[in-house]
C-alpha cells in the first residue's frame, strides 16, 4: 500500500470520526425548539467527507475503504435528511432521506460481500454488519411508508423477513429475539395500514379536499381574527398499539393528516430497487448519489406544512416540558394543536379501581409539571396514562395539567376511554378558549368483527375516515373497486354540503369560526362531524357512551339528527350494502 493510500484513508478515518460526534450531537437533540445549529454542522461535516470519497474513490479503496464505510457514510446522511423532515416537515428532506436509503440498497453497501472488501475484518465484523443492514432496512421501511411507495414497502418487508432468517441459521449462538419482535410488529402495522389496498393518501390533496363552491363562505371569517395551524404535538401511548419501531400508528396517521399532498416534482420516479425482481447497481460507484438535492423537489403551490413534535412513550413531565418549549415560541396568529391518544388508567389500578370511592376528587391547582396527588389511585377516569406497564402517579396526566397551556390557542384532541375528563377545561381556560375534540369512551363495532388492530378507532375517523366506517360496518378490505370508488365519491359530496352547512351557521361559536379558515383543521371537524352522526346511526339508542363530543357545541344544523347529515351516511351505507348494519327509522334523537 502506498504512503499516499494510507494518508487519503487516514485522513478519511479522521473526518469520520468528527462527522460521527457531529452526528451524535444532533441526533441526541429533541425534534423541537431550535437545534438545527448542530444538524448543519453535521450535514456540513458529512458533505465534506462523501465528497473526499467521490473525489479520492480510488486511493481509499487501495488503502482500505470497505463499501459498509460508504453505506454507513450514506445512511447517515439519510438519517439527517430524515430528522430534519421531522424537525421542518419538509417534503424534500423526506425526499432526501428516500433517495440516499434506495441508493445504498440498490448497490449493497451492507451486503454480504461488504465486510470482505479491502481486508475484510472476520465474524465478529460480520456480525456488526449484518446488525447495521438490519437497522438500516427499518429506517428504509419508515421513510418508504411515509413517502407511500407501496411496492417498496412490501419488498422491504420481504428481504427484512429473509434477512432476519438468514441471520439466525448463519449466527446461530446469537439471539435475534428483538428482531423477531420487530417483524412481529411490522406485520401488524402493515396489516392495518393497507387494509384497504384501494385509498388515497392520508395527505391533504387540494383535489379531494378542497371544495370551491365554498371559498366565499369561508371567507366571511377572514374579516375576524384567523388562526393558523403552524405547529403540532403528537403524542400516544397504549398497551399493545401497533407501531413499527417508535413510531405508532395512531401518530403515523396523524403526522400524515397534518400534511400537503404534494402535487409537484415532489412525486420524483426514484430508481425501482430491484430489476427483474433482483436488486440493481451492486457495483456502482457512490459519487452518483447527488447529495445537494434540487429545489425544485421543493412544491411552490403549497404552503409549507405545519411542524410537528411526534413524541414516542412520553412520561408526562417530557410531555409538559415540550409543551412549553412550542408555546413560548408559538407566534401570534398561531394555534397548537396537541394529539393525545392513550389509556385511561393501569393495569395495576384495573382490578381496585372499581372498588375505589366515586367521589374522590382531585385538586385542581395548575402546575405545569405535576407531582404525585394524594389519593390519585382512587379515581380512575380523570386522567390519561403516560407510563410503562403496571405504574400510574405521577405518569397520570390530568386537565388541570394542560390548563396553563391556554394562555395560547389549543386545539385539542383527546382520544382515550377517559376523554370526558377533559371537558373540564371548557370554560376553565387561562386566556384562550380551546377548541377541544373528544373521542368516545366506549368504541363501536359489529359483533364478531375485531377492531383492535387497526388503532384508535376515533384518530381512523379524523384520518381516514372511509376506512374507518367501512372497518366499523364490517365491510372486507376485498371490497370491489368500483363500490369504493362510488364511497368516496358519496363521502367527498358529504363534506362539501357539510362545509357549505357549517361556514353558513348562524350561531356557529367564535371559537371554531377562527380556526375554520385553516384547511387542516377544518376538515378534521368536519369528520368529527361525519364521526359522531356514523356512530349516532349505528347504535339503537342514545348512548353518550359511544359518541364522541366536542366544546364548545357545533350548531344544531351539523346534529346527527339533521337530514343534511343523516342523507349522505345513508346512502353511503346503501352503497356499501350495510344500511341493515345502521338503524336509521330510530333517529328520533337529537344530537348536539
Same mark, same amino acid.
Given at each position: 500500500?502506498?504512503?499516499?493510500?494510507?494518508?487519503?484513508?487516514?485522513?478519511?478515518?479522521?473526518?469520520?470520526?468528527?462527522?460521527?460526534?457531529?452526528?451524535?450531537?444532533?441526533?441526541?437533540?429533541?425534534?423541537?425548539?431550535?437545534?438545527?445549529?448542530?444538524?448543519?454542522?453535521?450535514?456540513?461535516?458529512?458533505?465534506?467527507?462523501?465528497?473526499?470519497?467521490?473525489?479520492?474513490?480510488?486511493?481509499?479503496?487501495?488503502?482500505?475503504?470497505?463499501?459498509?464505510?460508504?453505506?454507513?457514510?450514506?445512511?447517515?446522511?439519510?438519517?439527517?435528511?430524515?430528522?430534519?423532515?421531522?424537525?421542518?416537515?419538509?417534503?424534500?428532506?423526506?425526499?432526501?432521506?428516500?433517495?440516499?436509503?434506495?441508493?445504498?440498497?440498490?448497490?449493497?453497501?451492507?451486503?454480504?460481500?461488504?465486510?470482505?472488501?479491502?481486508?475484510?475484518?472476520?465474524?465478529?465484523?460480520?456480525?456488526?454488519?449484518?446488525?447495521?443492514?438490519?437497522?438500516?432496512?427499518?429506517?428504509?421501511?419508515?421513510?418508504?411508508?411515509?413517502?407511500?411507495?407501496?411496492?417498496?414497502?412490501?419488498?422491504?418487508?420481504?428481504?427484512?423477513?429473509?434477512?432476519?432468517?438468514?441471520?439466525?441459521?448463519?449466527?446461530?449462538?446469537?439471539?435475534?429475539?428483538?428482531?423477531?419482535?420487530?417483524?412481529?410488529?411490522?406485520?401488524?402495522?402493515?396489516?392495518?395500514?393497507?387494509?384497504?389496498?384501494?385509498?388515497?393518501?392520508?395527505?391533504?390533496?387540494?383535489?379531494?379536499?378542497?371544495?370551491?363552491?365554498?371559498?366565499?363562505?369561508?371567507?366571511?371569517?377572514?374579516?375576524?381574527?384567523?388562526?393558523?395551524?403552524?405547529?403540532?404535538?403528537?403524542?400516544?401511548?397504549?398497551?399493545?398499539?401497533?407501531?413499527?419501531?417508535?413510531?405508532?400508528?395512531?401518530?403515523?396517521?396523524?403526522?400524515?393528516?397534518?400534511?400537503?399532498?404534494?402535487?409537484?416534482?415532489?412525486?420524483?420516479?426514484?430508481?425501482?430497487?430491484?430489476?427483474?425482481?433482483?436488486?440493481?447497481?451492486?457495483?456502482?460507484?457512490?459519487?452518483?448519489?447527488?447529495?445537494?438535492?434540487?429545489?425544485?423537489?421543493?412544491?411552490?403551490?403549497?404552503?409549507?406544512?405545519?411542524?410537528?413534535?411526534?413524541?414516542?412513550?412520553?412520561?408526562?413531565?417530557?410531555?409538559?416540558?415540550?409543551?412549553?418549549?412550542?408555546?413560548?415560541?408559538?407566534?401570534?396568529?398561531?394555534?397548537?394543536?396537541?394529539?393525545?391518544?392513550?389509556?385511561?388508567?393501569?393495569?395495576?389500578?384495573?382490578?381496585?379501581?372499581?372498588?375505589?370511592?366515586?367521589?374522590?376528587?382531585?385538586?385542581?391547582?395548575?402546575?405545569?409539571?405535576?407531582?404525585?396527588?394524594?389519593?390519585?389511585?382512587?379515581?380512575?377516569?380523570?386522567?390519561?396514562?403516560?407510563?410503562?406497564?403496571?405504574?400510574?402517579?405521577?405518569?397520570?396526566?390530568?386537565?388541570?395539567?394542560?390548563?396553563?397551556?391556554?394562555?395560547?390557542?389549543?386545539?385539542?384532541?383527546?382520544?382515550?376511554?377517559? *376523554?370526558? =375528563?377533559?371537558? #373540564? /377545561?371548557?370554560?376553565?381556560?387561562?386566556?384562550?378558549?380551546?377548541? @377541544?375534540?373528544? %373521542?368516545? +369512551?366506549?368504541?363501536?363495532?359489529?359483533?364478531?368483527?375485531?377492531?383492535?388492530?387497526?388503532?384508535?378507532?376515533?384518530?381512523?375517523?379524523?384520518?381516514?375516515?372511509?376506512?374507518?366506517?367501512?372497518?366499523?360496518?364490517?365491510?372486507?378490505?376485498?371490497?370491489?373497486?368500483?363500490?369504493?370508488?362510488?364511497?368516496?365519491?358519496?363521502?367527498?359530496?358529504?363534506?362539501?354540503?357539510?362545509?357549505?352547512?357549517?361556514?353558513?351557521?348562524?350561531?356557529?361559536?367564535?371559537?371554531?369560526?377562527?380556526?375554520?379558515?385553516?384547511?387542516?383543521?377544518?376538515?378534521?371537524?368536519?369528520?368529527?362531524?361525519?364521526?359522531?352522526?356514523?356512530?349516532?346511526?349505528?347504535?339503537?339508542?342514545?348512548?353518550?357512551?359511544?359518541?364522541?363530543?366536542?366544546?364548545?357545541?357545533?350548531?344544531?344544523?351539523? *346534529?346527527? =339528527?339533521?337530514? #343534511? /347529515?343523516?342523507?349522505?351516511?345513508?346512502?353511503?351505507?346503501?352503497? @356499501?350494502?350495510? %344500511?341493515? +348494519?345502521?338503524?336509521?327509522?330510530?333517529?328520533?334523537?337529537?344530537?348536539?
Amino acid at each position: 500500500m502506498a504512503d499516499g493510500e494510507a494518508g487519503v484513508y487516514r485522513e478519511f478515518k479522521a473526518l469520520a470520526e468528527a462527522a460521527d460526534r457531529k452526528f451524535a450531537r444532533a441526533r441526541d437533540l429533541p425534534l423541537y425548539g431550535g437545534g438545527d445549529h448542530h444538524s448543519r454542522k453535521a450535514f456540513k461535516a458529512y458533505t465534506r467527507l462523501w465528497r473526499l470519497q467521490q473525489e479520492r474513490r480510488r486511493e481509499l479503496v487501495a488503502g482500505g475503504l470497505r463499501r459498509w464505510e460508504i453505506g454507513e457514510v450514506a445512511s447517515r446522511i439519510g438519517q439527517l435528511y430524515y430528522a430534519r423532515y421531522l424537525r421542518t416537515a419538509e417534503p424534500r428532506s423526506l425526499v432526501g432521506a428516500y433517495v440516499f436509503y434506495e441508493a445504498i440498497y440498490s448497490r449493497g453497501y451492507f451486503g454480504a460481500t461488504a465486510g470482505a472488501e479491502g481486508g475484510g475484518g472476520g465474524r465478529h465484523q460480520a456480525l456488526l454488519i449484518r446488525y447495521k443492514e438490519l437497522r438500516f432496512i427499518a429506517r428504509f421501511l419508515v421513510v418508504a411508508m411515509l413517502m407511500r411507495r407501496a411496492e417498496a414497502v412490501d419488498h422491504l418487508a420481504g428481504r427484512l423477513r429473509a434477512l432476519v432468517e438468514e441471520s439466525k441459521a448463519a449466527y446461530p449462538k446469537t439471539n435475534f429475539k428483538e428482531w423477531k419482535q420487530v417483524l412481529q410488529e411490522l406485520g401488524r402495522f402493515l396489516k392495518a395500514d393497507g387494509a384497504y389496498k384501494g385509498s388515497r393518501s392520508l395527505r391533504y390533496d387540494n383535489l379531494f379536499d378542497s371544495y370551491p363552491s365554498n371559498l366565499a363562505s369561508i371567507a366571511r371569517f377572514h374579516s375576524k381574527r384567523v388562526l393558523k395551524l403552524k405547529e403540532a404535538v403528537l403524542t400516544s401511548y397504549r398497551r399493545n398499539e401497533v407501531k413499527f419501531t417508535e413510531l405508532t400508528l395512531d401518530t403515523f396517521r396523524m403526522l400524515q393528516c397534518l400534511e400537503w399532498e404534494p402535487t409537484g416534482s415532489y412525486q420524483i420516479a426514484a430508481k425501482e430497487l430491484t430489476e427483474n425482481g433482483t436488486v440493481s447497481d451492486q457495483s456502482g460507484p457512490s459519487g452518483l448519489i447527488d447529495i445537494h438535492l434540487s429545489t425544485e423537489i421543493s412544491d411552490g403551490s403549497l404552503p409549507s406544512n405545519p411542524q410537528k413534535a411526534i413524541i414516542y412513550h412520553p412520561t408526562v413531565s417530557h410531555l409538559l416540558a415540550v409543551l412549553a418549549t412550542i408555546c413560548e415560541e408559538l407566534s401570534q396568529d398561531s394555534i397548537l394543536l396537541i394529539y393525545i391518544s392513550a389509556s385511561g388508567c393501569t393495569e395495576q389500578n384495573m382490578a381496585s379501581q372499581k372498588y375505589a370511592s366515586s367521589s374522590s376528587s382531585h385538586a385542581t391547582t395548575a402546575s405545569a409539571f405535576p407531582i404525585d396527588k394524594p389519593n390519585s389511585h382512587m379515581s380512575s377516569d380523570n386522567h390519561l396514562w403516560l407510563g410503562p406497564r403496571g405504574s400510574g402517579g405521577p405518569n397520570n396526566l390530568y386537565p388541570e395539567d394542560l390548563i396553563p397551556f391556554t394562555r395560547y390557542p389549543l386545539f385539542l384532541v383527546i382520544d382515550s376511554e377517559n *376523554s370526558h =375528563a377533559f371537558k #373540564a /377545561i371548557h370554560n376553565a381556560e387561562k386566556g384562550e378558549p380551546a377548541a @377541544l375534540l373528544l %373521542s368516545p +369512551r366506549i368504541s363501536s363495532a359489529m359483533p364478531g368483527v375485531e377492531s383492535t388492530g387497526h388503532g384508535s378507532q376515533f384518530t381512523y375517523f379524523l384520518t381516514a375516515p372511509m376506512q374507518a366506517f367501512c372497518q366499523l360496518a364490517g365491510v372486507t378490505s376485498d371490497i370491489d373497486t368500483d363500490t369504493y370508488a362510488n364511497a368516496e365519491n358519496i363521502l367527498f359530496s358529504a363534506f362539501e354540503e357539510y362545509e357549505e352547512i357549517l361556514c353558513t351557521s348562524v350561531g356557529l361559536s367564535n371559537v371554531w369560526g377562527q380556526i375554520l379558515p385553516d384547511p387542516f383543521l377544518r376538515r378534521l371537524i368536519l369528520r368529527f362531524i361525519f364521526c359522531r352522526a356514523v356512530l349516532f346511526y349505528f347504535h339503537p339508542e342514545e348512548h353518550e357512551q359511544h359518541l364522541p363530543t366536542c366544546l364548545p357545541n357545533l350548531p344544531e344544523s351539523v *346534529s346527527p =339528527a339533521a337530514e #343534511a /347529515i343523516k342523507t349522505p351516511i345513508l346512502q353511503l351505507a346503501e352503497n @356499501l350494502v350495510v %344500511s341493515n +348494519r345502521f338503524h336509521f327509522r330510530d333517529s328520533r334523537h337529537n344530537k348536539k
